[in-house]
């Protein structure tokens, strides 16, 4: 079946403007999570969205990040007023259950997006 | 934290089984390997887990040593696009923040 996609791939913004990224999670998977990846600095968490639950923003890095998920399945992550250092490829990843039940988290092919 | 060990590079010859060493002494009684890899501007991509015993999927094997403290996945023929950086990572079932060390570079040369 089909897997995790994000769109766009490739986002290129001017320093000060605002971005959506989107993410599409596995059909009938409840929990989505989002990372961001840098070049150097590895893979890190943002945030996990399960099903109506509250949820964990704690990898947030600052208030200009927000993301929602909308119907239990689409996230958008919302980055206002991007820094040059907001670039990085941001991933998307979701599993079948919540993230108690410790199941594999598959990711999308991420967002490249690129802050000048 | 580096809850895991690996070597940063290794070749390996195409159609030839990669072995790649993961070391993690540190594990706990209720952490699983997990493996994935990242081809080049690609998301990473899940290749296998394990617990105690050994495993087979399509993709691979996962060898764990009988104290846990080191496993070994084994790509048993590799192609040229098995080509990427294969991360080790240990985690609990309800750790779901994944967080990946520097891995290793595989590179398969025809």
């Known amino acids: 079946g089909a897997g995790v996609s994000q769109s766009p791939s490739n986002k290129v913004t001017e320093k000060g403007k605002d971005v959506e990224l989107r993410c599409d999670p596995i059909s009938g998977h409840t929990a989505l999570y989002w990372y961001r990846q840098s070049l150097g600095q590895g893979l890190e968490f943002l945030i996990y969205?399960?099903?109506?639950?509250?949820?964990?923003k704690s990898g947030l890095p600052s208030d200009r990040f927000s993301a929602e998920r909308t119907g239990g399945s689409v996230s958008t992550l919302t980055i206002q007023r991007t820094q040059q250092e907001d670039s990085a490829v941001y991933l998307c990843a979701s599993t079948r259950r919540g993230a108690a039940q410790g199941d594999t988290q598959y990711f999308g092919p991420g967002t490249r997006l690129t802050v000048l | 934290d580096a809850k895991t060990t690996q070597p940063p590079s290794m070749d390996c010859a195409e159609g030839r089984a990669a072995n790649l060493p993961c070391n993690h002494s540190?594990?706990?009684?209720?952490?699983?390997v997990y493996w994935y890899r990242q081809i080049h501007s690609q998301g990473p991509q899940y290749i296998i887990h394990g617990l105690k015993n050994n495993e087979t999927n399509e993709m691979a094997s996962l060898i764990i040593t009988e104290d846990r403290k080191s496993s070994t996945l084994i790509l048993p023929h590799a192609t040229l696009r098995d080509t990427a950086v294969y991360y080790c990572?240990?985690?609990?079932?309800?750790?779901?923040?994944?967080?990946f060390g520097a891995g290793t570079t595989v590179t398969v040369r025809a």
């Open positions: 969205f399960q099903g109506n639950s509250a949820p964990d």
């Open positions: 990572i240990v985690r609990a079932s309800n750790d779901y923040k994944l967080s």
């Open positions: 540190t594990i706990s009684g209720n952490e699983y």
